[in-house]
């Protein structure tokens, strides 16, 4: 008999696009998304997806099986979140939406201490907000904010968007252009080695966006899983990326990444609270609350 959980996994793939970005999604192993796929792929008899050296592309018989269990398996999991929470009422369960980094960066530490059970769910923002109002999610940690009544957004902290550099990193010509002929400046920066992330360069392109007027016409020499995996790679050799500056605050004041370039104009999200009016868990997210508004303030101090 078919495992309910392989049609999960198949569905992250899918939408994820990589075995990596499963993995992060469902929580589980990499190794574990792998055995799941090729499962469903031998009881199914045949190839759900083409693997490239980037990315896992559907044919058109995973397009097919995609579509069919899409809306079922969606169903399930809603079903799964609000069944946790009404069969633990001593407990309380807290089900928080926010990008991967951002968790491993604050709350990740402080979970084995927290008087509730959490359930983490990372994904986009559009579809965080969505979950929120139906109720799938009791908090969402983003940028982003829609106009939706029954959500109250509360700021606590900004992030900016810049250049970092490796330690090892020359970046003595790019300093002696830096105020200089704003094509000598992308020329430069073209001729490096680059980092980005599986699937998600929306930072680049806003960076790039804002200062050369244009999409970056190339593609980043080492594509890592997340930002975190960035900062690693950085502190350890040469290289350069665009992310949020909070990601790298500890680094950059070790000496071990370089901050380069803020951009001749600065890119700064506000990072929001997002939750429900009248939710039964203040007292709950407050206490998550606190704890980001803690990290945060430690990160920028």
């Not at 370039?261 to 939750?275: M, P, Y």
Request: charge should be negative; proline fraction near 4%; charged fraction near 25%.
């Amino acid at each position: 008999m078919v495992n309910l959980e392989w049609y999960r996994t198949f569905k992250a793939i899918y939408e994820t696009g990589t075995l990596t970005g499963a993995a992060e999604s469902l929580y589980i192993s990499q190794p574990g998304v792998s055995l799941h796929l090729s499962s469903l792929e031998s009881y199914v008899g045949y190839k759900l997806f083409d693997r490239t050296s980037r990315r896992m592309v559907s044919t058109e018989r995973g397009k097919i099986l995609y579509n069919f269990i899409q809306e079922a398996l969606c169903k399930l999991e809603e079903a799964e979140q609000h069944f946790h929470k009404s069969t633990e009422k001593d407990t309380p369960t807290i089900s928080i939406g926010m990008c991967f980094e951002t968790f491993q960066i604050t709350l990740e530490p402080y979970l084995p201490e927290l008087p509730f059970n959490v359930i983490i769910k990372f994904g986009e923002y559009p579809q965080m907000i969505s979950d929120l109002d139906n109720g799938v999610l009791d908090l969402i940690i983003t940028p982003q904010k829609d106009n939706n009544k029954n959500i109250e957004y509360k700021p606590f902290s900004k992030e900016t968007i810049v250049l970092v550099a490796g330690k090892t990193t020359d970046t003595s010509g790019f300093e002696e252009i830096i105020d200089g002929d704003i094509k000598e400046l992308e020329k430069w920066l073209k001729q490096q080695k680059w980092y980005g992330t599986t699937g998600d360069m929306e930072h680049l392109i806003r960076f790039w966006h804002a200062n050369f007027a244009k999409r970056p016409d190339f593609k980043p020499n080492y594509i890592v899983p997340n930002l975190n995996s960035i900062v690693r790679c950085l502190t350890a050799g040469g290289g350069l990326a665009i992310i949020p500056d909070f990601l790298c605050k500890k680094e950059i004041d070790l000496g071990e990444v370089k901050l380069i370039w803020e951009g001749r104009q600065k890119i700064e999200n506000t990072l929001h609270f997002g939750c429900r009016k009248g939710t039964i868990y203040g007292k709950e997210i407050q206490l998550i609350k606190d704890v980001f508004e803690k990290e945060m303030a430690m990160v920028k101090d």
